[in-house]
């Protein structure tokens, strides 16, 4: 079976939750936000597990239930791009690596093994999770080709209003083959209106190769849906307990 890796990124300060702790650390049911992510790349098959760490990097350290993963720091932020290469170390050179975000505790197993196999089974270099979504404003979009194949994601900034139509959302996530994954982020530049290193410049450069790229679309959005304030957290926190029950 072909190894698989998670890097998870959990660096970022979240000034939206107006609290001093790191936002990953916040806790839904008594467990932290990014502890969520971290099982839900463990029970896809992710053996080893990184996160990228920043802001108050000890107390995510200390906080954290899964203490069995690797920590590396990003002391500047610069974009998700230059976050994934803060690990590139931990990558190796080998299998698969799956890219989540630590503050997405409703990310599944389910949902990432899905993701694998779709991976798996159409020979792609790289696939994206992406998601239909009513009103996408704000994310990154999925631009398919008239034959709904995958032609580029594009920033919600930096779209033209033709592919703002587009409500097939970019969740951030993803699966790499760990190779290509390491020689694309040697080849990103920061010519946004940011100025970040993103990560889904990546997919230009793959497909530009002539490598396939592609996007595993989720029907509904609640599996990729982020934490970036109070009013946000306690919508996961429902979310999280209708499932327990269900359970």
Do not use: W
Request: glycine letters at 8%.
């Amino acid at each position: 079976m072909n190894q698989l890796k998670a890097v998870i990124l959990a660096a970022g300060k979240g000034t939206r939750m107006k609290s001093d702790l790191p936002k990953v650390v916040h806790t839904i049911e008594g467990k932290c936000l990014v502890d969520y992510a971290i099982e839900a790349a463990r029970g896809a098959g992710a053996e080893d597990i990184c996160l990228v760490v920043g802001y108050k990097y000890e107390t995510v350290r200390e906080t954290i239930l899964h203490q069995d993963v690797r920590f590396v720091l990003q002391e500047e932020q610069l974009g998700t791009g230059h976050a994934v290469k803060c690990a590139k170390d931990f990558l190796g050179d080998e299998g698969q690596t799956l890219i989540l975000f630590g503050d997405t505790p409703l990310i599944t197993a389910e949902t990432l093994t899905r993701l694998k196999e779709h991976h798996v089974k159409n020979g792609n270099t790289v696939t994206v999770l992406s998601a239909m979504m009513e009103d996408p404003t704000g994310y990154g979009r999925i631009i398919r080709d008239a034959d709904g194949n995958f032609v580029k994601s594009v920033e919600h900034k930096d779209a033209t209003e033709a592919e703002l139509k587009s409500h097939e959302v970019n969740s951030g996530m993803y699966i790499f083959d760990t190779r290509e994954l390491k020689e694309a982020l040697e080849k990103i530049q920061p010519n946004n209106a940011q100025g970040e290193y993103y990560l889904p410049d990546t997919l230009t450069i793959i497909k530009e190769k002539g490598l396939k790229v592609d996007a595993f679309a989720l029907d509904d959005p609640e599996d990729i849906t982020g934490v970036n304030d109070q009013e946000q957290l306690k919508a996961a926190a429902v979310v999280i307990r209708r499932r327990n029950g269900r359970r």
